[in-house]
């Protein structure tokens, strides 16, 4: 499984724009799991097949790979006194 960041973008032509309830309840009926939710932003896990075909379901809603992973950040440098 790979971490998508399926995003709301504008609505189609062809009809209204699905709210965040129902895309995320969308992806649960796929089997796909919902990590986190914001405010138009849903991350999931999810299969390339899967994240297809979530996308096909709604209109006006995106994806792309999540790329970010959690970096420990190093201690800072002392200065040689």
Do not use: H
Request: glycine share 10%.
């Amino acid at each position: 499984m790979k971490r998508f960041v399926l995003y709301c973008g504008s609505a189609g032509a062809d009809g209204p724009q699905v709210g965040p309830e129902e895309a995320a309840a969308a992806t649960r009926a796929e089997g796909a799991t919902v990590v986190a939710a914001g405010t138009g932003t849903l991350v999931i896990d999810a299969d390339l097949p899967q994240i297809q075909r979530i996308s096909r379901q709604l209109p006006g809603w995106s994806y792309t790979v999540e790329t970010r992973s959690i970096r420990k950040p190093a201690p800072p440098r002392r200065k040689a006194a």
